[in-house]
């Protein structure tokens, strides 16, 4: 008979559950067998949306460091796809009951609406979504979250997360940016109006918490971006009177996409500012240069009401972001963050 422990798990809201594993088997995959969907996405140790916290004795498995370094290894922190237990573990999950999928994976059909260059190698897609298997044609989702996409006839999938609000219509819009030599960016590269592409989700844990009044900032890398945007165009919809501001960080500045959905933002929520950091700016660039990781120690150093901060970018950039504000005296539950490693394929 194989061996087989009961975990704990604690949700962000207090939820508590119970699963079934043995050190064969990882969290996520156990999750899965017991009607569970955490959220996660390469299931490879890569992308970091399965972070967690655990205690007790288990295996990690191999990982980017980027995502998951030492210092958090020994603190306790996990992926939960790379987390094999070898006794029974209390695990602490940073997000609501709510994120937690309960059966399957939405899958949907959708025909692309409009798949158009908007920036130096990043793409606009805006997706029509089908019918859901409940017969529901909307795209409703928690601004944050992800969708993956799959190339026809294969088994080829990647997560991009969703720029837009939730909405009736099954509007679905996505900033990709496409890798030299990548199997999906030569794909997107190629695609049309009326082409049709298989949908999963939405997905994932990322997302605005609840915690009052707080100052809310945001901070980008590159196509990290998208879901902040989500974010700040639900809190204008909304009407949300929170003092919010957006950095977003970019190498040139042909990569800079998004100031129109930025401007609108800013007309709509009088609350709200946001700013360009190009790194390897021309000489005729007359906005900030660096990153946003520059400003921000002064910033919080500075600022009267201590802010959430919200992060989305590459795995260096959100450690980078955590020391700073782990420097500046903010507990870490301050920190809501969403980091990628972007795929060569």
Request: net charge negative; glycine share 12%.
């Amino acid at each position: 008979m194989s061996t087989s422990y009961t975990h704990s798990l604690t949700t962000s809201d207090g939820t508590h559950l119970t699963l079934q594993g043995g050190p064969e088997t990882s969290i996520i995959e156990a999750a899965e067998e017991a009607g569970m969907l955490l959220p996660s996405s390469c299931r490879a140790g890569n992308c970091g949306a399965c972070h967690a916290h655990a205690e007790g004795q288990y295996r990690l498995g191999d990982h980017a460091k980027t995502v998951l370094d030492d210092e958090a290894e020994v603190a306790g922190d996990v992926l939960l796809c790379r987390t094999y237990p070898e006794g029974p573990l209390n695990i602490r999950l940073p997000y609501e009951q709510g994120r937690i999928i309960s059966g399957k994976i939405p899958e949907r059909r959708a025909t692309v609406k409009m798949c158009e260059e908007t920036a130096e190698d990043t793409i606009h897609l805006a997706l029509e979504l089908g019918p859901g298997e409940d017969g529901a044609l909307g795209c409703e989702f928690d601004p944050g979250q992800f969708l993956e996409l799959t190339i026809p006839g294969t088994a080829t999938r990647r997560s991009y997360s969703l720029a837009n609000c939730p909405n009736w219509d099954g509007t679905a819009e996505l900033f990709i940016k496409l890798r030299e030599g990548g199997e999906f960016s030569e794909f997107l590269g190629g695609v049309s109006a009326g082409q049709e592409i298989d949908v999963r989700g939405p997905q994932g844990a990322f997302g605005i918490r609840d915690t009052g009044i707080r100052p809310r900032w945001f901070i980008a890398g590159g196509t990290g971006l998208s879901p902040l945007l989500s974010m700040l165009r639900h809190m204008a919809d909304w009407g949300e009177s929170h003092p919010a501001e957006l950095w977003f960080g970019v190498q040139t500045e042909e990569e800079i996409f998004g100031t129109d959905v930025m401007e609108d933002i800013a007309a709509s929520m009088p609350g709200f500012r946001y700013e360009v950091f190009v790194g390897e700016p021309t000489k005729g660039w007359t906005g900030a240069v660096g990153t946003p990781l520059d400003r921000l120690a002064t910033e919080l150093a500075e600022s009267p009401a201590p802010p959430d901060i919200y992060v989305c970018g590459p795995p260096g950039m959100v450690s980078a972001t955590k020391k700073i504000v782990e420097q500046a005296g903010l507990p870490e539950e301050r920190v809501i963050v969403e980091s990628f490693a972007p795929s060569s394929s």
